[in-house]
């Protein structure tokens, strides 16, 4: 059994391994470690980091959230489309700008209804 064309996968995974987990090992053991009141602040949750998990806490940061999601998601229809506009000609384009404008009307919706204030 002959493993040599292996060689470069198994590089592959080791050097993408020692890249991810080297800068986090290097972190936690030079790192200097001085909590204070600004780094345990809450951020972008909106409650406090440490209180009772089963507190109530104000349903809009899950509406931004799945907003979020939602226009990021349909933004990432775009790559394919930009790759492929040579092949698929006119009707892609016209398809791509009809399904631009039902997004742009659903973001101005949303801003209008004020899902995107965060008070």
């Known amino acids: 059994m002959d493993l040599q064309p292996y060689l470069p996968v198994i590089l592959f995974i080791l050097v993408g391994v020692a890249v991810g987990v080297a800068p986090q090992v290097i972190g936690f053991i030079f790192g200097p470690n001085r909590p204070d009141a600004q780094k345990n602040s809450p951020y972008e949750c909106g409650f406090e980091a440490f209180e009772d998990a089963r507190m109530k806490f104000d ?4 509406l931004v959230a799945i907003l979020f999601i939602l226009f990021d998601l349909e933004i990432a229809f775009l790559f394919p489309w930009a790759v492929s506009l ?5 009707f892609g384009f ?3 700008m009809i399904f ?3 997004l742009v ?3 101005i919706y949303e801003w209008m209804k004020g899902a995107l204030d965060w008070e």
């Open 59 to 62: 349903v809009r940061y899950y």
């Open 105 to 107: 009307v659903g973001f």
């Open 94 to 96: 016209v398809s791509m």
């Open 86 to 90: 040579d092949a698929i000609g006119l």
């Open 100 to 102: 631009l404008a039902i």
